[in-house]
């Protein structure tokens, strides 16, 4: 069993930077890969970023590659997911996902609350 808790989500300037935190906990926390995604209102949830177990694999959706830099610290058990050069449409809540495998569907074992970034234009 894996738990996820987010934070670091808030208001923020359209070209401005936030900087995501994903807490992760349990028994098998640090051999998890550890998604990043996130839901745009009256919009299907949609992947953003993933990072294997050691982080010597990432992986990035179009849409914010160049812009959004994943990483992880195993010693602090905790993701992160830093933002920068935002847009009104990165508004949404974000999650972070934890499975086993890599990958970029959404069919990951566990699962956070959600941590909400708006971005003002």
């Given at each position: 069993q894996v738990q996820l808790v987010e934070s670091g989500g808030g208001l923020v300037q359209a070209g401005g930077s936030l900087r995501l935190s994903c807490a992760v906990s349990g028994r098998t926390s640090r051999r998890s890969v550890v998604g990043w995604f996130r839901q745009a209102p009256g919009k299907e949830r949609e992947f953003v970023a993933t990072i294997s177990?050691?982080?010597?694999?990432?992986y990035y959706a179009d849409s914010v590659k160049g812009r959004f830099t994943i990483s992880r610290d195993n010693a602090k058990n905790t993701v992160y997911l830093q933002m920068s050069s935002l847009k009104p449409e990165d508004t949404a809540v974000y999650y972070c996902a934890a499975d086993?495998?890599?990958?970029?569907?959404?069919?990951?074992?566990?699962?956070?609350?959600?941590?909400?970034?708006?971005?003002?234009?």
């Open positions: 177990w050691i982080g010597d694999r990432t086993t495998q890599f990958r970029i569907d959404d069919r990951y074992d566990y699962w956070g609350q959600g941590t909400q970034v708006t971005v003002a234009s």
